[in-house]
């Protein structure tokens, strides 16, 4: 309140021009009363009214009087800008006034600066005569200093002509550039043919440079100031075509001269000349070898030679090390492709691809002591790019597989013609049949298995692919080569006079095969034979083995032509001679190893039923007499329960036989009453499935007593149950072929009898 009253007191209606002040002073009172309100809202509080009146009247006294200073302050600076001004103000009009004295004098004396123009031209041409008259001792010597530098330069003093080159050249320019700046490009022509010495002079100079630089290597180690010299003058020329170059107002014929350049240019060159442009290298493994060995020795050579002579010979930027070692990378990169582009043998692609991918990087070559850490090829990338290597792999690789035909053909014609030989195969320690095939072809594959490991994995399982491959296609000749020996043994029982014993070693040698080509795998986790190789070794197990089978069956079917007869009905020793043939060929099968020993077993029993069946349906004989049929159950019996134990004892298990059914066709033949035939008949197709209504009907001849009725029977019987054998079943009637019944004699003209 004491602060709006003061503000009340002191001040004045506000000037309606001013707005803002009319505004602010509302505002200020309203925040007053707004004060005051909040602080004498009760009686007691009007006690201080005096106090605060007193203190507001002071504070506003301190206010105007704080306000009228400044303000005094404001004008007094006001009016000296306003003194400095009107100084200012006269000062320019008296210059004014000077500046137009000084154009009105300049413009009287025009016609004496036109006198001055005519001394200004002749002062200048008067330069120029003098500068001529300087520099024509020079010019009239230029002649006497070609002759002078020449002779510097036959007698290899580079430096000092070097300078009197550089000292016509810079006449010679400076000469060129007057010439230039005054437009005068005619006398250009002039000059250049007076100068013309200076072309050969430069040429003969960087002849010599070039032949020091492409001697370098050799410099360094004999006369390494000589090279020195001539990277001094290579540095003089490209500070000269720096400083030419950055004023580019003029440049002189012949510049920028890039000597540096050429400098890496000609070191490249030579290098690259010197070991890889040479005669044709030799393609055969040895002669290659002996260039790779000589290549290795040189690079690592001159590498040294640069690393710890012609670094100091150059300067830093230059860095030559690095220059040289990509310069020897992409030499010998080109030259291995050039190499690869010639009819190499097998030899000579393993020597590059080994020298490519693992001798450039070893200690003996890139990475030799004397050349770390300074020389680092890792970030050239590789000798052989991917492509190439994989491009040479597979060339590698044929060429092996070429070898390794060969030398199984060669192998495969050594086995067999063992065969001929007066004595059996030899034997292991275990007694059982072999020959070397498996180890000489498991050793050839195996080594060349483990020469690809030394160079890369991807290589060593192409060889492996290529190895199961033609092991597969040797398992097809060797079939092929078994067949044709077994058909020349046809011919001529007696050669080979060890046949079967040869055969026996040949499945030994098949199992022996399967059982190591597991450890051709690089990967021994991965160890297990491909499906394919699998079928081929099954393959020829079941040639062998039919071989045998067909061999044991030559001996067999002069015995079975004998079945069955009335000698042998009344008690022959038929099969017991049956007995002697297998118990013979068991013998030779006791010589391979199981479970083909086995195999051979159970094929054999298998046989042997079969044959016996076989002669039993060739519809020889048919029982007459009740009497007649006891006796063949008898002898069926007899000979069923002998050879079961023939085989027992020669340990097949009767699981395992099939002789069964010879026990089976008794029982079928011994039934007393014909009319239950239907019963029998359908618990034997039942137990062998195989059967047909062929070998039924023979059967029932064999018997002789059954009528048409009950084979009618019988036989519909079995087409209203149809029997699928099981997948595990082994077919016995199946390969029993019955003879085709007689037809009945027919009149030409008349009606069956």
Request: hydrophobic residues 40%; proline residues 4%.
């Amino acid at each position: 309140m004491g602060t709006a009253a003061g503000g009340e007191s002191g001040g004045s209606p506000a000037d309606p021009e001013w707005p803002e002040a009319e505004k602010a002073e509302k505002l200020a009172r309203g925040a007053a009363l707004k004060w005051a309100s909040g602080v004498f809202y009760r009686p007691e509080k009007l006690e201080g009214l005096g106090q605060y009146r007193s203190r507001e009247t002071q504070r506003n006294s301190s206010i105007q009087s704080r306000l009228k200073s400044t303000i005094q302050s404001y004008l007094e600076g006001v009016g000296a800008g306003l003194e400095q001004l009107r100084s200012a103000a006269q000062e320019v009009q008296s210059v004014c006034q000077e500046l137009g004295a000084a154009r009105w004098a300049l413009l009287d004396s025009v016609d004496c600066f036109q006198g001055l123009q005519q001394m200004r031209a002749l002062m200048a041409e008067h330069v120029q005569l003098a500068s001529v008259v300087r520099v024509l001792p020079q010019l009239f010597s230029v002649h006497e200093v070609f002759s002078h530098t020449l002779w510097l330069l036959r007698g290899q003093h580079l430096l000092e002509a070097h300078a009197e080159v550089m000292m016509m050249e810079h006449l010679r320019d400076n000469i060129l550039s007057q010439l230039h700046l005054r437009g005068l490009s005619t006398a250009q022509a002039t000059v250049l043919s007076y100068f013309g010495g200076l072309q050969e002079l430069n040429e003969s100079l960087a002849k010599q440079l070039w032949d020091i630089v492409g001697s370098g290597l050799r410099l360094v180690r004999e006369d390494p100031a000589l090279f020195v010299t001539a990277v001094r003058i290579i540095e003089r020329e490209e500070k000269i075509d720096d400083t030419l170059l950055l004023e580019a107002a003029f440049l002189p014929p012949g510049r920028p001269k890039g000597w540096r350049q050429k400098f890496h240019h000609v070191l490249q060159e030579t290098i690259a000349g010197a070991r890889f442009h040479a005669a044709r290298v030799d393609a055969e493994g040895p002669g290659l070898g002996r260039h790779l060995l000589a290549l290795q020795k040189d690079v690592v050579s001159e590498l040294r030679v640069v690393k710890d002579l012609m670094v100091q010979c150059v300067p830093a930027h230059y860095n030559i090390l690095g220059v040289c070692t990509v310069t020897y990378h992409q030499a010998l990169t080109s030259h291995l492709q050039d190499i690869l582009r010639e009819d190499l043998d097998k030899q000579a692609l393993f020597l590059l691809l080994e020298w490519a991918l693992r001798v450039y990087h070893s200690p003996e070559m890139m990475g030799h002591p004397d050349l770390l850490p300074e020389v680092d090829v890792s970030a050239l990338g590789p000798l052989l790019s991917p492509e190439l290597v994989d491009q040479t792999e597979r060339r590698y690789v044929v060429k092996v597989k070429a070898s390794v035909l060969e030398w199984m053909q060669r192998t495969l014609e050594v086995e067999f013609k063992e065969w001929f030989r007066e004595e059996e195969p030899e034997m292991d320690h275990q007694g059982f049949f072999q020959s070397a095939l498996p180890v000489i072809i498991m050793q050839m594959l195996n080594e060349n298995i483990q020469v690809a490991s030394l160079i890369t994995d991807s290589l060593q399982q192409k060889v492996y692919n290529m190895a199961l491959e033609e092991l597969e296609g040797f398992l097809g000749r060797l079939r092929e080569a078994l067949v044709q020996c077994g058909k020349e043994h046809q011919k001529d029982r007696t050669v080979p006079k060890y046949y079967v014993s040869y055969l026996l070693a040949m499945l030994n040698n098949n199992l022996a095969l399967g059982s190591s080509v597991a450890s051709l795998h690089p990967d021994t986790a991965r160890r297990q034979v491909p499906a394919s190789l699998r079928a081929a070794l099954d393959r020829t197990q079941k040639k062998a083995c039919q071989l045998l089978l067909e061999e044991l069956l030559l001996d067999l079917q002069p015995l079975c032509l004998q079945l069955p007869s009335c000698k042998w009905l009344c008690g022959s020793q038929l099969v017991s001679s049956i007995c002697e043939v297998v118990d013979k060929y068991a013998k030779d099968f006791s010589r391979v190893r199981k479970p083909v020993c086995t195999l051979l077993l159970t094929e054999s029993e298998l046989l042997v039923t079969s044959q016996y069946l076989r002669a039993l349906m060739q519809k020889k004989m048919a029982c007459k007499s009740e009497e007649e049929r006891g006796q063949l159950c008898d002898r069926l019996l007899q000979d069923a329960s002998q050879l079961r134990e023939l085989f027992c004892g020669l340990g097949l298990d009767r699981s395992r036989q099939s002789l069964e059914a010879v026990f089976a066709l008794r029982e079928l033949i011994s039934l007393k009453d014909p009319t239950l035939l239907s019963l029998e008949v359908l618990g034997f197709i039942t137990k062998y499935p195989d059967v047909s209504d062929e070998h039924i009907s023979t059967l029932l001849d064999l018997r002789g007593d059954v009528s048409r009725e009950v084979r009618h029977m019988v036989l519909e019987m079995m087409a209203q149950h149809p029997q699928v054998p099981p997948e595990s079943y082994q077919p016995i009637f199946s390969t029993i072929l019955v003879p085709a019944p007689e037809l009945p004699f027919c009149l030409r003209k008349g009606k069956c009898a």
